[in-house]
């Protein structure tokens, strides 16, 4: 593994010659140095501590969906505390506590408060720790802003956005694959982010305000549709947001008229007209307010077990288009 041109040996050289957006372009290269037989080697570093540290790091890269975190407190200090649970915590496996000075605690929730996404804080914060180094604010922000500027890689279910991006589209002509599923994507910068297609003339886009979200269709790294994260329609006004706590999204409704609004927890996608509207949830199920549809989906949902992703309607050709996990279907 090379960092700026420099062959990286050990973590020595790996601390003196690190630069984050080096060792990002790099991190598979840098896996494969440190973990060359599915094991972190111990030549590799100097203490227990950092191959800890690394252990985490990896978990976080690969998104491992039963990582947990959290800061304790023991007697009158704070220890850091990260396992991988079978079950909603439950039979913890490979405790690693360290205990953590006031500095260390504020670095992990400079980067949490920045970051919104647990994977990405832990993971930045244990490399930190591995290279015995407290980044400033500065330097946060322009980890995660290449962090975010990358390609969606292929296990993302949530990425976080600093910048303008063109995801890898199909061209027209091109058949999707299968299967098919959603991503979201988060501004987490502080101005307006534009989502676009690269090669379809259809112009899917979005633009979203700090905070915002939308969910996307893709197959593996390739986007084949944008969602729509907003709209109002048939005296209703309805907004994707992303929920933090369970790191999906939720739908809000709001009636234009009352400002009565209800939440609907783990909506992936919705379509609405002045007859009704439909909403799809992220287990495949769907909630359908709209007779014309609702027919449909019950038909569709009679000879395909998939789960719906996404539902859309032509008016001006009265055809409506059904997308699952294994199939697009027009009607």
Known sequence: MKLNGVLIFRITDFKRYFDFSSFWSEKDEFFRLVKPYDILDDFFFD????????AVLFRCLRRYDNLWTEIRSAGTKSVFVTYVSDNCRQRMHEPFIHELTESQIRCYRLIESKSRDRYVA??????????????????????????????????????PLREDMALVSYEEWETPEYPLVIKTLVNMGISDIKISLDKNSRRDSAVLKSGECVN???????????????????????????????????????????????????????????????????????????????????????????GFLAVSREIANNSTTIITVNKIITI
């Open 122 to 159: 832990l993971g930045l914060f244990s490399l930190y720790m591995m290279l015995g180094y407290m980044p400033d604010e500065t330097e946060v922000y322009s980890a995660l802003d290449v962090i975010g500027g990358m390609e969606v890689g292929l296990g993302d279910s949530v990425v």
């Open 47 to 54: 203490t227990e501590q950092e191959k800890k540290y690394c």
């Open 216 to 306: 996307c269709i893709f197959h593996e790294n390739k986007c084949y549709k944008i969602l729509k994260h907003k709209d109002s329609k048939g005296g209703f006004d309805f907004r994707l947001q992303y929920n933090d706590r369970t790191r999906k999204t939720d739908l809000q409704i709001k009636k234009i008229l009352s400002g009565e609004s209800r939440n609907i927890e783990d909506a992936v996608s919705f379509y609405a007209d002045n007859s009704g509207y439909v909403i799809v949830k992220s287990d495949g199920s769907y909630e359908s307010r709209h007779d014309g549809i609702a027919m449909t989906l019950d038909q569709v949902r009679q000879y395909n077990a998939d």
